[in-house]
Each structure stands twice: as structure tokens, then as C-alpha cells.
């Protein structure tokens, strides 16, 4: 985004009441109109945490020292820890099954290699990779059918590498078509809307990951039976009631996690709140089952008793969590 476009944004949120933190996250320039939610992930920072540094760092250099890990990175032209720095993701739809969107992956990358790479693995697993055209434009076609977990609503992914600092992935052609469209014409004007851009400037760009929405009660479904919630029809409804909902993960020495809903009211933030805690509850009851058969937890069961909280003020739901690192390096077996 332009010094100048940030201003005028940062100026309008300030007559409006809202004011941006110190480092508010960029409005991305290529986020599609359309754009319901959004998801960023700081991939640069998390590998230069404190606590990753200290308890993952060097397992991850040591997978990718294997000869096939190292084949795969001279066939692409990409380190995974020195080259990708950041993914931005702007998603949208009327079926939370079949949602649509594109990611926006930042770094430094060797458009040849990759696509090189995207093709000869097509001519091995057709059914996988294919080399498709739309217009002036090739993309690289994945297919994941089959696929589980939070992978399995895209069942086809579009890519480009639309320059040496970006690729974009879309799930669907004209996405990308349209997208790669603004790339070539330079496009810096944000397109999302206003509430949506509002609120992601509200965003922390030096957090690890942070993901932030609108909410549509429309497009609120039934939902399941669950044992935390003894009524979902009465959850459906405190659903309803919210506009809005933003999620933060930073992780450094320790990681801290924070969760703000901002609901139609200040009585729908109290209903809500106190479901939350209800169920904040019913978790703390089994916590101490948990310590009691895996005692590497119990530190960080601790730090779950003490520092998870649910509270409303005004229209807004937080939810706190903080996780020390030394309850999770005792997690996962280390030390200090």
C-alpha cells in the first residue's frame, strides 16, 4: 500500500474513533472485493521467535538437510526458512463448504523453476498437477480430492507466480485471472469493504498470525450436537447476534493468544460471554484428569487453569489465553 493510501486510511479511522495500533496491518492491495475474512500468517517471524529458535529451529533445518528434502529445494529454487516470509488469504461464499478465495504468498521465488518444477510433476501424476490455460495466462491446477481436515473445501487450486515476490493461489480460475489483472496494472487502492478493511487495521502486523472477519447471521447453520454446548440452538442464536470476530497468535519468549468477538449489543456480548465461560468451565473440569495421565502437561494444564478468560465489555467478547514457554518446552519433553 502506498505511504499516501495508508495515510488517508489511518486519518479516516481516526475521525471515526477507531484507532490503529502502532503496528496496524496493511489493507493488501490484491484482496478480492468479494473478501468476507482474512488470514495472515508471518511465517518470517515465527521462525525468528524466541521459542522457536530455542525448541524447533534446528529440527526443522534438520529436515530439510535429507537428499530428498534438498532435491526438491534446487528443482523449485526455494529455502522454506529463508524465503517465504508472509501468506495472506481473503475468503468469501454463500456455502462454508465450498468457500472461495485466494491466498497471496510473499517472499522470494524463482518463477522458471517453479513452474518447471509444476510441470514435470504434472506429466508424473496427471491427476494431481496439470498445466492449464485461461486467456494470455498458464496456471499450475492441483487437485485435492480426497483430501481431510481444513484442506478439504478446496478441492481445486489455481496458481501463478505473478512475479519474483509473489504467488498467488486461487480457488478458481477467474479468481486468478482477475487477480493477475491488477498485478500487471499495479493496483494499489484497497477493494475490500469498509468495515472489513476497518477492521483489519485494527490487526497486529507483527503478530505471528491473526485472522479477522464479518460475520452474516444468514450464513449461520445448525449446529451440531457438541457436550460442551448443552443447547446449540441457544448458541445458534448468540451467532447470530455477531458482527464481527478477530483471532491474534503471537509467539515469542511465550505465546499469547486473544480472541475479540464484537457482538450486535452490549446484552448479546453478556449472554455470549457467559456461555463462553460455561464452557471454559466444563474444560477446566477435565484438565485435571489430563495432568494426572500425562504429567509433561501438567505445567501447561496450569497455565491453562490460570491465564485462559472469557470477558465482555460493551459490544465486544475477549477471550485471553498466554502459554509459557517453559510449559511448553516440559509439553514437549524438553527444557530450559
Not at 44 to 58: E, F, G, M, V, W
Amino acid at each position: 500500500m502506498k505511504p499516501l493510501t495508508r495515510r488517508v486510511l489511518a486519518a479516516a479511522l481516526l475521525s471515526c474513533g477507531l484507532v490503529a495500533p502502532a503496528t496496524a496491518a496493511e489493507v493488501h492491495p490484491l484482496l478480492p472485493a468479494e473478501t468476507e475474512n482474512v488470514i495472515y500468517v508471518n511465517f518470517r517471524q515465527i521462525i525468528d521467535s524466541p521459542i522457536i529458535k530455542k525448541y524447533a529451529l534446528d529440527q526443522m533445518k534438520q529436515a530439510l538437510q535429507g537428499e530428498e528434502a534438498q532435491k526438491v529445494m534446487q528443482t523449485v529454487g526455494l529455502d522454506p526458512l529463508k524465503d517465504i516470509d508472509e501468506l495472506t488469504g481473503g475468503f468469501w461464499g454463500e456455502d462454508a463448504n465450498t468457500p472461495k478465495g485466494l491466498f497471496i504468498l510473499s517472499g522470494k521465488f524463482d518463477p522458471v523453476k517453479l513452474f518447471n518444477a509444476a510441470d514435470a510433476e504434472g506429466k508424473k501424476n496427471p491427476d494431481k498437477v496439470a498445466i492449464v490455460s485461461e486467456g494470455k495466462y498458464r496456471f499450475v491446477k492441483l487437485t485435492n480430492e480426497g483430501a481431510n481436515g481444513p484442506t478439504a473445501a478446496f478441492k481445486e487450486i489455481y496458481l501463478a507466480v505473478a512475479n519474483e515476490k509473489t504467488i498467488l493461489a486461487g480457488t478458481d480460475k477467474e479468481i486468478l485471472v482477475k487477480t493477475m489483472g491488477r498485478v500487471e496494472a499495479n493496483e494499489s487502492k484497497p477493494a475490500i469493504k469498509k468495515a472489513l478493511g476497518a477492521l483489519l487495521v485494527k490487526m497486529d502486523s507483527k503478530a505471528s498470525f491473526f485472522m479477522c472477519g464479518l460475520s452474516d447471521p444468514k450464513k449461520i447453520g445448525d449446529i451440531p450436537p457438541n457436550p460442551l454446548f448443552d443447547d446449540p440452538a441457544k448458541l445458534k442464536k448468540h451467532l447470530e447476534k455477531m458482527e464481527n470476530m478477530a483471532m491474534t497468535l503471537r509467539i515469542g519468549d511465550d505465546v499469547g493468544l486473544e480472541a475479540a468477538i464484537g457482538m450486535k449489543d452490549s446484552g448479546a456480548a453478556d449472554e455470549f460471554a457467559a456461555t463462553i465461560d460455561d464452557m471454559l468451565g466444563k474444560i477446566r473440569a477435565f484438565l485435571p484428569l489430563i495432568a494426572g495421565q500425562q504429567q509433561n502437561l501438567k505445567a501447561l494444564i496450569n497455565d491453562l487453569n490460570k491465564n485462559l478468560s472469557c470477558k465482555a465489555k460493551d459490544k465486544e467478547v475477549k477471550i485471553t489465553l498466554t502459554l509459557s514457554g517453559k510449559s511448553i518446552a516440559a509439553a514437549l519433553g524438553g527444557g530450559d
